[in-house]
Structures are given as C-alpha cells and as structure tokens.
C-alpha cells in the first residue's frame, strides 16, 4: 500500500529529465527532474552551462559513461566557479549517472547533494524524496512527497 501511495507520489511530482522515464530501485518508474540552468553573463559560466547541457544530452542518450567523464572534466576545470545552479546541475547529473549503472547508494548521495543546495526549491525537495526513497527511507520519501504535492498542488 505504501509502495502504490509512493508511485502515486512520484508519479504527480514529474521530476523531469529529458522528459524520459527512468526507473528507480524498487520498480518505481519516475521521471528525474529538468535542471536546466539559468542564462548567464559571464562567458565562463555560460560554457560550463553549454557543457552540462551536453552531460544531459549524453545521459538522455544512454551514455554515463561519457557523461561521467564530461562531469569529471568539468569538476577538475571550473569546479572552484561553478555556481550554485551548476552545482545543483551537476549533483543531479553526478547521480544520474550512477543510477543509470545501478548503483543505488552512490547515485542516492549525489541526489542528497543536489537536494541541499538547494533545500527549499521543489525541485531540490524533490531530490531529496527520491534519494530517501532509493536509501530505503519510504516514509520519510512518503511524508516529504506528501508536502511538495502539498506545497506545488499543479506540478
């Protein structure tokens, strides 16, 4: 029962990612949210910008493995710059990756870092409920994406 309320959950919170759907541990078939980031000025950020649009296109792909090592380039060249919208992009994708490997636990604390970055956005709450629910925390994923709905009746 508690398994059906969390599918119904996810199912209304429509975190996006590439508007595909992706399925979690568990079964769950969710949709990752789309963190595209915000337009900026500073030449710099706009080319980490175009970059991590190209980690989402390789990840809309099916390629993590490419996707990992455009992340790992970005880290080692403008980790130090990237601002908290990058960051948040880059956790998000960080944890992508590692879902799409099947690696639960390590895609769950990148989806825990992009959720404290920023805590109060839907999006990042939402990051948070899915990383609780692939730790295997259902009632706390459950009562959180019970708020979101609450908080974002239209999403």
Request: proline letters at 2%.
């Given at each position: 029962?508690?398994?059906?309320?969390?599918?119904?959950?996810?199912?209304?919170?429509?975190?996006?990612?590439?508007?595909?759907?992706?399925?979690?541990?568990?079964?769950?078939?969710?949709?990752?949210?789309?963190?595209?980031?915000?337009?900026?000025?500073?030449?710099?950020?706009?080319?980490?910008?175009?970059?991590?649009?190209?980690?989402?296109?390789?990840?809309?792909?099916?390629?993590?493995?490419?996707?990992?090592?455009?992340?790992?380039?970005?880290?080692?060249?403008?980790?130090?710059?990237?601002?908290?919208q990058q960051q948040f992009r880059f956790q998000?994708?960080?944890?992508?990756?590692?879902?799409?490997?099947?690696?639960?636990?390590?895609?769950?604390?990148?989806?825990?870092?992009?959720?404290?970055?920023?805590?109060?956005?839907?999006?990042?709450?939402?990051?948070?409920?899915?990383?609780?629910?692939?730790?295997?925390?259902?009632?706390?994923?459950?009562?959180?994406?019970?708020?979101?709905?609450?908080?974002?009746?239209?999403?």
């Open positions: 029962r508690e398994s059906s309320a969390l599918r119904l959950v996810f199912s209304r919170i429509h975190i996006r990612f590439g508007g595909q759907r992706q399925t979690v541990t568990g079964g769950t078939a969710i949709q990752l949210g789309d963190v595209s980031g915000q337009a900026t000025v500073n030449v710099q950020q706009t080319d980490v910008n175009r970059e991590l649009d190209h980690v989402k296109a390789l990840l809309e792909k099916g390629k993590p493995d490419a996707a990992e090592e455009h992340l790992l380039r970005i880290k080692r060249d403008h980790e130090s710059a990237l601002t908290v998000a994708y960080f944890g992508k990756v590692f879902h799409d490997r099947g690696e639960a636990s390590k895609s769950a604390i990148h989806y825990r870092n992009a959720s404290r970055l920023r805590p109060s956005d839907e999006d990042g709450r939402a990051y948070g409920v899915l990383a609780d629910f692939i730790e295997g925390e259902n009632d706390g994923a459950y009562a959180k994406a019970v708020e979101i709905l609450r908080d974002h009746p239209s999403s």
